[in-house]
């Protein structure tokens, strides 16, 4: 990020309000604290055999809530420090608690992930 290189707030300030709205319409899907949609990621991992790009099989196939919420929870993450940075507290306190509570529910999602593949 330009902050992080050097130190400048522009981009981050710019940009800011359209993350918030991405990041606002991503916290309707929420369940629970988990983000039950997704499947994004998978494809980005070059399988063995090409044919296996879009399988079926349930043991290659990674759970959507897992990826969804572990995506969703690094969002958080990162909107609650851009908050913070800007000054805008109340907003970071609530990016914050979300982050907690998604944070609590991730364990379960992995576990069920997990119970999926040794069935």
């Not at 800007?86 to 999602?109: D, G, I, N, Y």
């Amino acid at each position: 990020m330009l902050y992080d290189e050097y130190g400048d707030q522009r981009a981050m300030e710019r940009n800011y309000p359209a993350m918030k709205k991405w990041i606002d319409h991503e916290a309707t899907f929420v369940k629970d604290g988990l983000m039950p949609k997704d499947h994004y990621g998978d494809w980005c991992v070059p399988p063995e055999d090409p044919k296996l790009i879009h399988s079926v099989d349930p043991t290659r196939i990674t759970n959507p809530t897992l990826l969804g919420s572990s995506y969703y929870y690094e969002l958080l993450r990162t909107m609650a420090r851009y908050a913070r940075l800007l000054e805008k507290t109340r907003r970071c306190r609530r990016f914050r608690q979300a982050r907690r509570t998604s944070e609590h529910r991730l364990p379960e999602a992995l576990f069920q992930a997990r119970q999926r593949h040794v069935r």
